[in-house]
């Protein structure tokens, strides 16, 4: 079956970090262009991070651009978000989704959800001021 699990969520304190993680489970992730969403109670769901599957660039949203890190593990194949200097805006079930494009240099964060075709089932991530 193919599925990714994402995990890591939890309750913060505002200035805290936490690492999500998101393994695909029954395919590799080679080749998949990876994202991060979140969604905030009441909120529309909105792009937190993506890589691209050549020169593994990655992209950011700019409401988390330099405090939210995207990586990679290929051999647990397994994608992290590590977020640092959480703020109670950032409060949200984040979600991995995966999308099959080989050969793909450039991702876009803003406006791509309906691209994914796998998604986790979430994660809870809530941070307290």
């Known amino acids: 079956q193919l599925q990714l699990v994402d995990s890591g969520g939890g309750w913060v304190q505002t200035g805290g970090s936490l690492r999500l993680s998101c393994e695909a489970s029954?395919?590799?992730?080679?080749?998949?262009?990876i994202g991060w969403f979140r969604q905030a109670p009441g909120k529309e769901r909105e792009g937190v991070s993506c890589?691209?599957?050549?020169?593994?660039?990655?992209n950011y949203a700019d409401s988390v651009k330099g405090r939210f890190t995207m990586s990679r593990d290929k051999a647990l194949n397994t994608v992290y978000l590590q977020m640092n200097r959480l703020k109670p805006e950032d409060t949200a079930v984040y979600y991995c989704a995966a999308v099959w494009k080989p050969r793909t240099r450039i991702c876009l964060v803003r406006g791509q959800e309906g691209q994914y075709d796998k998604w986790g089932k979430g994660t809870q991530v809530t941070v307290s001021s």
């Open positions: 890589m691209s599957t050549i020169g593994v660039t990655i």
């Open positions: 029954g395919f590799p992730l080679d080749g998949y262009i």
